[in-house]
């Protein structure tokens, strides 16, 4: 069974600090590694990722993939309250319906 | 913006009465999918369709039922509904590099 982990379950930060999100996972077969953003609504693709080492990058986001120790991260700089949501991990298998095993999610807080 | 809506946006209903959510894509995307979200449990897979007519099952299927006549129209019913379906309901479609897009949601209460 595939499962997908995240950490922490929850953070509380200040504006302007930088954050580490980390997922985990154990798939049977993997495609690719999926982030999500939610706030109190459907949930926002982020970044999609497949190789290892190579870092995506969209403004003030950035991800990277370790496929030989399975897992990612997410990181966020300078961080403002917009980015208060949860974040959604997601593992993609190699079958032909792009099946996603979704993690719990980080809910991260930014205060003022 | 994926051009997918889900209709009703929120239900209440009763134990025992059928329930069926509709999700609409206006880009004539293959694949659809139909999640559940709970506290604690993240977004499970219900079913999903790869074509006309083309469903399978997913991990909590078990309750559900789905249909697609047309390209764009994806149903999710609850034949006899229970107060354990009570959750969120998220359409998804595939985009052109697998990553998938999602509905706005539909709030399900199960009384």
């Known amino acids: 069974e595939d499962k997908v982990v995240q950490s922490p379950l929850s953070l509380v930060v200040h504006e302007g600090d930088t954050v580490t999100l980390n997922c985990s996972y154990e798939?049977?077969?993997?495609?690719?590694l999926l982030w999500y953003k939610q706030e109190k609504k459907a949930p926002t693709f982020l970044f999609m990722l497949?190789?290892?080492?190579i870092e995506k990058k969209s403004g003030r986001l950035s991800s990277i993939l370790d496929k030989k120790e399975l897992f990612s991260i997410l990181n966020i700089t300078a961080t403002q309250t917009g980015d208060s949501a949860v974040y959604l991990c997601?593992?993609?298998?190699?079958?032909?319906?792009?099946?996603?095993?979704f993690g719990t999610g980080t809910r991260l807080q930014v205060t003022l | 913006d994926a051009g997918i809506t889900q209709s009703p946006r929120h239900k209440v209903t009763e134990t025992g009465t059928p329930v069926t959510l509709r999700c609409h894509q206006t880009?004539?995307?293959?694949?659809m999918y139909w999640y559940r979200q709970d506290p604690g449990h993240g977004l499970r897979l219900i079913h999903y369709?790869?074509?006309?007519?083309?469903?399978d099952k997913g991990e909590v299927s078990d309750g559900y039922s789905v249909s697609r006549s047309k390209t764009e129209d994806f149903l999710l019913t609850l034949e006899s509904a229970t107060s354990s379906q009570t959750s969120v309901y998220f359409c998804?479609?595939?985009?052109?590099?697998?990553?998938?897009?999602f509905g706005p949601g539909t709030r399900l209460t199960v009384l």
């Open positions: 997601a593992v993609e298998g190699t079958g032909t319906a792009s099946k996603l095993t």
């Open positions: 369709s790869y074509g006309v007519k083309d469903t």
């Open positions: 880009e004539n995307h293959r694949y």
């Open positions: 497949t190789s290892s080492g």
């Open positions: 798939v049977t077969n993997f495609r690719s």
């Open positions: 998804a479609i595939r985009g052109q590099g697998n990553e998938q897009f």
